[in-house]
């Protein structure tokens, strides 16, 4: 190696610089592991990841959702309304000579941890269909929404979807004070 009299020895510089890359390397590596092995994802980490932030509703249901939630599969729409498929989405007009129902509620009219056609407005579809009635159901379930969040969605965006019937379906998250966010014990239609 030839000598510098102002750096020293060329090849080393350069082995140094890979030996230190390698070793920053190595450490962020373990870093990773190490905080893969130690931190374990709970019930409302699981939770949280489907749900986003919301200025009005202060919460709802992630929007163009493709996941596995509650060991059942999950798909939203653009307004994170579940729908029956990857990639499904809702006319703004229901079909003609078809009746349109919205069903409202939290987690039970939502589905929790079951597949869309077992959650009640996938069966209630189903039924009417049996019977002869055409008929859309949309699942309007948000995970851990209360009635004044149910209010509020309804007066922004399900009358937009012109249903013949709205089914109401919230009672746990009124009187239960952990909340996803903004949890100040206060009730919903009290908070900014």
């Given amino acids: 190696m030839k000598r510098d009299r102002k750096r020293g020895f060329r090849g080393y510089d350069l082995l140094g610089k890979v030996l230190s890359l390698s070793l920053a390397a190595i450490i962020l590596v373990m870093m990773e592991l190490v905080s893969r092995v130690a931190f374990q994802q709970t ?5 949280l990841a489907v749900l986003e932030r919301d200025p009005v509703l202060f919460r709802r249901n992630r929007s163009n959702l493709d996941t596995t939630f509650a060991g059942a599969p999950m798909f939203t729409e653009k ?3 579940r729908v029956a498929a990857k990639g499904g989405k809702l006319s703004p007009r229901p079909r003609l ?3 349109r129902i919205v069903c409202m509620g939290a987690s039970p009219t939502f589905g929790w941890g079951v597949p869309y056609a077992v959650a009640y407005p996938g069966r209630l579809e ?3 269909i049996q ?3 055409d008929s859309e159901v949309i699942n309007a379930g948000m995970i851990g929404n209360s009635s004044h969040q149910g209010k509020m969605l309804l007066k922004y ?3 937009d979807l012109s249903p013949s019937l709205i089914t109401v379906a919230y009672v746990i998250n009124d009187i239960d004070k952990y909340r996803f966010f903004r949890s100040n ?5 009290l908070l900014d």
């Fill in 43 to 47: 019930h409302l980490d699981q939770i």
């Fill in 157 to 159: 965006e399900l009358f």
């Fill in 185 to 189: 014990g206060q009730p919903d239609r």
């Fill in 131 to 133: 019977n002869g009635i």
């Fill in 79 to 81: 307004r994170g309304l």
């Fill in 126 to 128: 189903q039924l009417l």
């Fill in 97 to 99: 000579g078809s009746r």
